[in-house]
């Protein structure tokens, strides 16, 4: 793979596996680009060659999986959450260069109108960026951010930016309206798939996501000066635009898609004013599927991942692994993983990931023995490993996120499941029932060297 830090070299790998389909006719931006990529949900990043009303090419669906994901890092699907909670821990700061090819067309003029930004969903009133990295920094600190929200066009130059009041840009748009200033801001699109991820993270104020995003690829992110604000800008982007959020001045934004896969309204969001567009000559715009569609849950669900693994190993060290599931929208539903795990633990586990991301409403505790990933595995380990009057915990009125379908004043009843074995449940153990393990091994390796590759994903 190409070292460019761009989703270029990505779409190379896709394309030479079979999984970009290309679209040469002619689409429309107002719902029809929008039902193809929700039509494909769980297939082919889709390329759209030709959209209706702009020179720029489109992509989407491109980080629709786990296998998606590990393929972008050049790693497989078991190692993602451990290496974002490797690059957590040891960020790497940004290289400032000169030049990017970012910047090889600049437009002052109207520099939303190029766009082909997609109207998605029937009850939003407008086209929405969705695939934006906002970069900021912190009024106070002067210490950077990274992070994803999407901004409702206006008109070529205003848009409104949806931000939840409790994110660090949110922070940091009011901070620098109580100086009596705008926030200035730049949106990369078509960045890097690890520098999409860390800009999910779940960090502290201060910490910043672009450094975690280096950790990710192995190298610093190239950032070159911005041309009309005083931020740095991934230089190997497809496109950046330029501007400033000003929480002095409110837009009404009217209903919204959510990752529940259902509307919100939300009330005003903030004015931001774009300044500039810069991209590279033969720009690709990339579009993410909002509300309850894959890429958005697994971008969501696979940083969230890593952050709660880091929280929680403060106060449980033996956890193996975090995942956070589709059915949660790769938000509110999460499964940990626990090895040998000693009595109380499974509660501290718990109220350590409510703690730790407001959003989480249900957690599930298993051994070591169940994949957290797999749906079925922690089902079971739910009906066969628990007495539910013991090991069902009830947190009502808790603190949640705006964006939490069923919540009311900000609460909502959160559930623990301690589906963990205890020794004293069953005289009969806990062993499963299986051949012996020289058999199966035997019996796997002749299947795998007799059956056709793509007929080998059921084996176990």
């Given at each position: ?357 407001s959003l989480v ?12 990933w797999d749906p ?6 739910r009906v066969n ?76």
């Amino acid at each position: 793979m190409s070292d460019r830090q761009s989703i270029r070299p990505f779409l190379a790998v896709l394309e030479k596996d079979g999984a970009l389909l290309r679209v040469p006719k002619p689409v429309d931006r107002e719902f029809e680009l929008s039902a193809f990529l929700s039509a494909a949900d769980a297939g082919p990043a889709l390329l759209f060659e030709s959209v209706k009303g702009s020179s720029l090419r489109v992509v989407g669906n491109l980080l629709n999986s786990r296998a998606r994901i590990a393929s972008a890092l050049g790693l497989s699907p078991s190692d993602i959450v451990p290496r974002i909670h490797e690059a957590i821990r040891a960020p790497v700061k940004p290289l400032r260069v000169a030049t990017g090819v970012v910047q090889e067309i600049v437009e002052t003029e109207a520099p939303l109108a190029q766009l082909p930004v997609p109207r998605f969903f029937e009850r939003e009133e407008r086209p929405y960026i969705t695939a934006g990295v906002i970069l900021a920094r912190d009024p106070h600190t002067g210490r950077g951010n990274a992070s994803f929200a999407r901004f409702v066009i206006h008109d070529g130059r205003t848009a409104m930016v949806g931000i939840a009041p409790n994110h660090h840009l949110a922070l940091f748009s009011r901070r620098a309206a109580e100086a009596g200033k705008a926030l200035q801001i730049v949106v990369a699109i078509g960045a890097h798939p690890a520098i999409q991820l860390a800009a999910c993270l779940y960090l502290g104020v201060g910490d910043d996501e672009i450094e975690c995003a280096g950790s990710l690829l192995g190298a610093p992110v190239r950032m070159v000066p911005a041309k009309t604000v005083d931020l740095l800008v991934p230089a190997d982007a497809e496109i950046v635009l330029e501007g400033e959020i000003d929480a002095r001045q409110p837009l009404e934004e009217g209903f919204v898609s959510e990752y529940h896969g259902m509307y919100e309204n939300y009330g005003p969001g903030f004015r931001t004013t774009f300044s500039a567009l810069t991209h590279t000559k033969d720009a690709i715009y990339q579009a993410i599927e909002p509300g309850y569609h894959r890429e958005h849950v697994y971008l969501g669900a696979l940083p969230i991942a890593a952050s709660l693994r880091s929280a929680i190993a403060v106060v449980v060290p033996n956890v193996r692994d975090v995942a956070v599931t589709e059915a949660g929208a790769g938000r509110t539903d999460i499964v940990v993983q626990l090895e040998a795990p000693r009595p109380g633990q499974a509660r501290r586990a718990i109220f350590a990931a409510f703690a730790a991301v407001s959003l989480v409403k249900r957690v599930t505790v298993v051994d070591a023995d169940i994949d957290p990933w797999d749906p079925v595995a922690v089902d079971w380990a739910r009906v066969n490993r628990m007495k539910l009057e013991r090991d069902l915990l009830l947190v009502p009125h808790a603190g949640t996120d705006r964006s939490e379908s069923m919540e009311d004043g900000g609460l909502v009843t959160k559930a623990g499941f301690d589906a963990t074995a205890k020794a004293s449940d069953r005289v009969e153990g806990i062993e499963r029932a299986l051949p012996p393990q020289a058999q199966r091994d035997a019996a796997r390796t002749w299947l795998m060297n007799n059956l056709p590759s793509e007929r080998r994903g059921w084996l176990k």
